[in-house]
C-alpha cells in the first residue's frame, strides 16, 4: 500500500513544468511590444543593449534582478534615458526567468555568438543574493554592467 502511494506520487510529481519563453514573453509584450522593439523614452527595445549584457555576468545579474525586483532608474538604453519603473515580474520561478531572458536573448535580440544560455540555477544563485536590493538599486547595476 504504502509503495502504490510512494510511486503514484513519483508519477504525478514532475506534471507542472514552468512556461516556455515565449509564452511568459507575453506579460512582457505589454510594454516591452511582442516585437521588443520597445517604446523609446518609456520601455527600452531588447537589442543591443540586450545582446551585450547577455554576455557578461554582470549583465546576466542585472536582467535576472531586473524581471524578479523590477527596475526604476534612471538608465541609458542605445543612447536613450529612460526614467520609468518596471515592475516586479512576481510568480516566475527560477526556470521561468530563464526561459524569459533565452527566449528574448536568442529570438528577439539575436544575442548570438558568445551568448549561453541562462541556467535555473544561475537565476537561483542571483535571486538568493540579491535579497535586499530595491528596483532603484537594481537599476544602477545597468551602467556598471556595461549597459548604454
Ligand atoms: C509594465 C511594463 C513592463 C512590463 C510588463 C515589463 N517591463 Fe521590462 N521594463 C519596463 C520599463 C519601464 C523598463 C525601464 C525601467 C526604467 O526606466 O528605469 C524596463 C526594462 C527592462 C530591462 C532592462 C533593459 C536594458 O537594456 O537595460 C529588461 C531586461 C526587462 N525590462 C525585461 C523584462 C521582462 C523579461 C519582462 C517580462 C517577464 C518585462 N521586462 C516586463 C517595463 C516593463
Do not use: W
Amino acid at each position: 500500500m504504502r509503495l502504490a502511494i510512494a510511486l503514484s506520487l513519483l508519477i504525478s510529481a514532475p506534471a507542472v513544468a514552468a512556461p516556455d519563453g515565449a509564452t511568459v514573453y507575453k506579460k512582457c509584450a505589454a510594454c516591452h511590444l511582442p516585437t521588443g522593439a520597445g517604446v523609446p523614452g518609456a520601455f527600452p527595445p531588447f537589442g543591443a543593449d540586450f545582446a551585450t549584457l547577455a554576455k557578461s555576468s554582470a549583465g546576466r545579474r542585472y536582467m535576472i534582478l531586473g524581471v524578479i525586483k523590477g527596475i526604476s532608474g534612471p538608465i541609458t538604453v542605445a543612447g536613450k534615458a529612460y526614467r520609468g519603473v518596471m515592475p516586479a515580474q512576481v510568480g516566475l520561478d527560477d526556470e521561468a526567468v530563464a526561459n524569459v531572458l533565452n527566449h528574448i536573448a536568442n529570438n528577439i535580440a539575436k544575442a548570438g555568438k558568445g551568448f549561453t544560455p541562462i541556467t535555473p540555477a544561475e537565476v537561483a544563485k542571483v535571486r538568493a543574493g540579491g535579497n535586499g536590493l530595491t528596483s532603484a538599486a537594481v537599476a544602477q547595476l545597468h551602467a556598471s554592467a556595461g549597459g548604454r
